[in-house]
């Protein structure tokens, strides 16, 4: 097979195929199996002391797909979707604020000494605050409820973009700036051309981390601020013992958490095609 | 382009070196190291120079001088009578007439074959895109690289990236190519491959060779000279001649002319290495 011909598509095919001629999907689902069936028997059938309290899971699985839930949420009810739809909004905006200033930023904290020495002191200092230590400050420079939400979204995101560029510029083998120097580049070519490009794994690192992060810190901030909305969806449950819909808001988060990292990997493979290449001949 | 057996190119008047009494003097932590001491080194224009010596012996250094990486502390450097620097400007402008071939290969894995030849080029911006992909193209052929255009560095052999390496840097008609241990990594065989590809690139192009290495074979199969240079600080100790007549081919390893510059420069080489060994240099 010649690998000039391998488009991204045929290769994500390809993966997908000899990913389901390995063990791993197997072993995956008995991984799974294990999980629900350690909930089921030590909370329905054993009835295990500190357990009988937590919804089990044939509660949790009937109420979320019945078409008349009696905790009033389920995959037929609209509110289901919009706290999905609103948490999401939340992520984009917060994502995609942290990725347009997180990226120059780190490139240029990277590339030159100068702006280093001046901003990244500061930086170090705010990027040990924990998001939650944020909260009423948030709360009192920004007005309404949604705004401070996703504010403490952006933060950490932001931080673990800037950072992880500004590794992914310092981790340039010095030969391939030396390289387009000797090639006639100016030093605005060599940016655009190697620094860019060769901070970009480490940039999409930073963005699979930013996106974890910043799910982490929504639920924070709308367990405290905000209406609508996974994290408060799972909070007015826990306050209203609807414990059924803790599970469900929970599994929620799990899944489109996972999807959303998936969706920034994939278009990491797509904007970094010489690195999937690689490393699928590596595979091989 | 005409073949020549004679032992160097005729009529060629661009690519001559000369370095003056060039004396480099490292500084990191207040202990002064010596790297390069008062070395002077006539090459003419078209000829393939080679420079030998122990490795961590400094001749990187001096390469690095004339490639424009870093300054010198005193003396000059000179290409084609022109000034590259000196005291007063100690530092060269790095620039498309003396391209470097690094030691574990300097294209951008994120480009292709024929992105990364088309680099140099596309960055001067004298000449149209489709005749630059034009002639990169037809370089590429004349190299034995049709079929890997498209492919990424990282997809194809060592032997073949370090083939597409030296017709990046052709493509910019340099006056020199700096080449600094560029085949220590791969295995005999291959550099064997590599040595004879080189010699065939150097006959079809007018260009002036300083090639660092301390493999001595190579240094007497590609070279019309070599430099034997002391260890650390670094400055030429013995001059050999190669006179067997170019274009060479591996037949000429065997020749009893060769075995004979190869005892000659044995000696030379070997005190300097074991030298180096007593005084700590480590072989990296």
Redesign the interface.
Known sequence: MS??DVTGLGLTMFRISSWLKSPKPYLMVTGFMLLLATWYFTVEVWKLPRFQDMPGITEVFSEWFSKDPYYGLSIYTPEYYKHILISLRRIAYAFCLATVLGVPLGLFLGWSKTIRDFIFPLFEVFRPIPVLAWVPLAIIMFSGSETPVIFLTFLASFFATTLNTMLGVESI?E??S?????????RW?TFK??VV??A?PYIFTGLQISIGVAWFSLVAGEMVSGQYGLGYLINTAYMMIEYPKIIIGMITLGVIGYSTSALVRLAGDYM????V??LA?GDN | MNMIGEEMQPGLSKGAIRIEDVVKIYDPDGAAVMAVDHCSIDIPAGEICMIVGPSGCGKTTLLNAI???HGVTSGHIYLDNELLCSPEKPQAE???D???V???G???????NIDNIA??PL??GKLGKKEIYEKARSMMADAGLS??E???P??VSSGLRRRVEIV??LM?DPKVLLFDEPYRALDSLTKSVMHEALLDIYYKNKVTIFFITHDLEEAIFLGHRLIIMTSRPCKPKKIVDVDIPHPRDYSVLTSPRFREIMNEAKGVVNEEAKKAFDAGEREG
Request: hydrophobic share 40%; glycine share 12%.
């Open positions: 690998q000039a083998d030969s391939y030396r390289a387009a120097y000797c090639l006639g580049a100016s070519q051309h190697v490009p060769g970009m970094m095609q010489w690195r290449r690689e001949l | 490639a424009g990486f790095p620039g498309s003396r391209i470097v690094f030691q574990n300097a294209l951008f894995p994120w480009k292709t680099f140099g960055m001067a079929g890997t498209n492919s990424y990282g997809e990046r840097a910019n």
